[in-house]
Nanobody, 122 residues
Framework: QVQLVESGGGLVQPGGSLRLSCTAS????????IGWFRQAPGKEREGVSC????????YYKEPVKGRFTISGDNAKNTVYLQMSGLKPEDSAVYYC???????????????WGPGTQVTVSS
């Protein structure tokens, strides 16, 4: 039974930082890549980042490159998304999901977490 749960969202001022966590159960991080996605009001869901700890693949969407860092802790079966230099346009519900990804793409499939809200505002 594959399950994912996000945590770490909240309210932060522009330029601030948050660390999101995605804890997986029913599989290990070597079994599937894990992607981070977000959806803001009036916008389509978009892939943000992805990690495949088995082959070392890392993906970042262009707008977050240099600001977000994805990492995995195999012992905790958890993937993190460290977000720095946050901008109002980063505000969205963030989801993690089992994913397929390469260096230039991410596609979620199968299992999704319930999401965590990130709000960047003064």
């Amino acid at each position: 039974q594959v399950q994912l749960v996000e945590s770490g969202g909240g309210l932060v001022q522009p330029g601030g930082s948050l660390r999101l966590s995605c804890t997986a159960s029913g599989f290990t991080l070597d079994d599937y890549a894990i992607g981070w996605f977000r959806q803001a009001p009036g916008k389509e869901r978009e892939g943000v980042s992805c990690i495949n700890t088995s082959d070392g693949t890392i993906y970042y969407k262009e707008p977050v490159k240099g600001r977000f860092t994805i990492s995995g802790d195999n012992a905790k079966n958890t993937v993190y998304l460290q977000m720095s230099g946050l901008k109002p346009e980063d505000s969205a519900v963030y989801y993690c999901a089992t994913a397929l990804c390469g260096n230039h793409y991410v596609a979620g499939f199968g299992s999704w977490g319930p999401g965590t809200q990130v709000t960047v505002s003064s």
